[in-house]
């Protein structure tokens, strides 16, 4: 029987389905009487498996791209494709839909509800996904056990340390199996071996598939994605996965 040739990573990675593609993307805001352009043309993919790293210092337009990217603005001018569809027209409620479906969220301070429970907080998005109780509680259970807090379901935030707050937040944000999960400077708020179960973490979930796109300054941090861009000035400065 003839041995299979087996492809180069490169190779196989540039066969996956695109998640993410942008085409000159900006984003301009008025302020009194005058525009800001903090967006000056951004183009990139980003492959279904990618860990890829947005770098940046304040101001250089990093968080106005994620808030694009997360569906939670938008763009003025430029393409933006998720999942194959175009999203730059959507209307806002058609919008929210394709937020709820096809994306998570890891926020630097972790927005979970002060008076529900882990397993509540994590079954959260299941509001807008339409999966039944049981079958939420089910997802979420395994997810906190996924992230080692099987023994924390029943605790309110307070109860939970820091670290432990961000990893409900991280399998909160898993729970609708979403394309794209978008951290934004997940561990702006942890100590630094806090911040390391957390990447690790992270590191996991990506080699288990899943697409990653944080946001950070921070080079350890970003040091964790396969993938570094960075932006200044509102443009693309570098892409290590940039090929010619």
């Known amino acids: 029987m003839p041995k299979q040739s087996r492809k180069p990573a490169q190779e196989r990675s540039q066969e996956r389905a695109l998640v993410v593609r942008l085409a000159d993307l900006t984003r301009t805001f008025r302020q009194a009487d005058q525009e800001v ?85 994590v079954m959260l998005p299941g509001l ?34 820091g670290g432990q707050q961000q990893r409900v937040a991280l399998a909160r944000a898993l729970y609708n199996e979403p394309s794209l999960i978008l951290a934004d400077e997940p561990t702006g708020q942890l100590d630094s071996q806090t911040s390391r179960d957390i990447m690790d973490l992270l590191n996991k979930f990506n080699r288990e598939g899943q697409t990653i796109i944080l946001v950070t300054h921070d080079a350890e941090t970003a040091a964790y994605a396969g993938r570094r861009i960075l932006i200044k000035d509102g443009l693309i400065d570098s892409d290590s996965g940039h090929k010619p």
């Open 128 to 161: 807008y996904s339409g999966k039944t109780h049981k079958r939420g509680q089910e997802r979420a259970a395994l997810l906190l056990e996924d992230v080692g807090l099987g023994d924390r379901m029943d605790f309110l935030p307070a109860r939970l340390s």
């Open 37 to 121: 352009r903090v967006l000056k043309g951004i183009s990139f993919e980003v492959r279904r498996g990618e860990f890829v790293a947005i770098q940046g210092a304040s101001g250089s337009g990093k968080s106005t791209l994620l808030q694009i990217l997360g569906l939670l603005d938008r763009a003025s001018d430029g393409l933006y494709e998720l999942d194959g569809q175009n999203v730059s027209s959507l209307d806002d409620e058609a919008l929210s839909a394709r937020r709820a479906d096809t994306t998570g969220f890891v926020f630097q301070n972790f927005y979970l509800i002060p008076y529900a429970t882990a397993l509540e907080n």
